[in-house]
């Protein structure tokens, strides 16, 4: 029986997710009692007022809650009356398992798996986790039970040590948060042009959509095209004139992209421009 302490998007998500491929989901304890008593509707499962009696009726017990909130919640479940060896998982991209550290020292399997997946929505999420990469890490016994399940649900996971879990916590907020606003700062230069939101949405979607073709087929390098890749000067020149004219805060931004993109294809004939 798999559990859930926390039952925002996340835990919500994954307990639909799991319950729709099989696995028994016997409940959900939360701040609020609401929260957790509309998860339990989604999942058929039991929305808990006692902790205690949630973790001795569960074998694999996720902490989803927020990450500040991780380390408390394990060392007030390591103050209850616990009957046998339970399975504690956090799913925090950035924490190790060594916040849990109050459970293993009680004899309980510990360990992190993160789903790198935008949770967003709880409907977007569970559509998605099936094609989700989950990250694990923890010790190589630990890890026996969560990976079993995994195997048997056909699930994407690979293995983390716990010294690289804040670079790839960085990896991922650049790719997930920073492309939002990246987005945010596109629509400012398409404004520029006079654009409509109804129109530029779509058009916006579109060309994201075959750059992320493009991604899949190919790597970065290969997959970029535009004018740094071509050299084109002038174009560059263009784009941050009208820049420095109209969004100056925008600027730097262009320029540390276009260094970052010189770099990758190991291509500086627009050096001089972008370090003005």
Do not use: C, W
């Given at each position: 029986m798999t559990s859930f302490i926390g039952a925002g998007n996340v835990g919500t998500s994954l307990g639909v997710f799991f319950k729709e491929n099989g696995m028994a989901i016997r409940g959900y304890f939360s701040r609020t009692f609401k929260s957790a008593e509309t998860a339990a509707l989604l999942t058929s499962s039991r929305a808990y007022t006692r902790l205690e009696d949630m973790v001795n009726e569960s074998r694999f017990i996720w902490i989803t809650t927020n990450d500040d909130a991780i380390e408390n919640v394990a060392n007030q479940i390591a103050e209850l009356n616990i009957h046998e060896k339970k399975t504690f998982i956090h799913a925090s991209g950035l924490k190790t398992s060594d916040v849990l550290i109050s459970l293993k020292k009680q004899g309980h399997e510990t360990c992190s798996a993160h789903p790198l997946l935008a949770f967003n929505t709880v409907e977007q999420a569970v559509k998605m986790l099936g094609k989700t990469t989950f990250f694990l890490e923890g010790e190589q016994d630990d890890l026996l039970g969560i990976k079993q399940i995994f195997e048997d649900k056909n699930l994407t996971f690979a293995e983390i040590k716990k010294e690289q879990k804040a670079a790839y916590h960085a990896g991922a907020c650049m790719i997930s948060n920073y492309l939002v606003t990246l987005v945010h700062a596109s629509n400012q230069i398409f404004e520029l042009a006079g654009?409509?939101?109804?129109?530029?949405?779509?058009?916006?979607?579109?060309?994201?959509?075959?750059?992320?073709?493009?991604?899949?087929?190919?790597?970065?390098?290969?997959?970029?095209?535009?004018?740094?890749?071509?050299?084109?000067?002038?174009?560059?020149?263009?784009?941050?004139?009208?820049?420095?004219?109209?969004?100056?805060?925008?600027?730097?931004?262009?320029?540390?992209?276009?260094?970052?993109?010189?770099?990758?294809?190991?291509?500086?004939?627009?050096?001089?421009?972008?370090?003005?």
């Open positions: 654009i409509s939101n109804h129109v530029l949405r779509p058009a916006i979607n579109t060309l994201m959509a075959s750059v992320l073709q493009n991604l899949e087929e190919k790597g970065p390098k290969e997959a970029l095209t535009g004018p740094i890749n071509r050299g084109d000067v002038q174009t560059v020149k263009k784009h941050l004139e009208i820049l420095a004219k109209e969004l100056p805060g925008l600027t730097e931004v262009y320029k540390v992209l276009g260094k970052e993109t010189m770099h990758m294809i190991d291509d500086f004939r627009l050096k001089n421009i972008l370090d003005e």
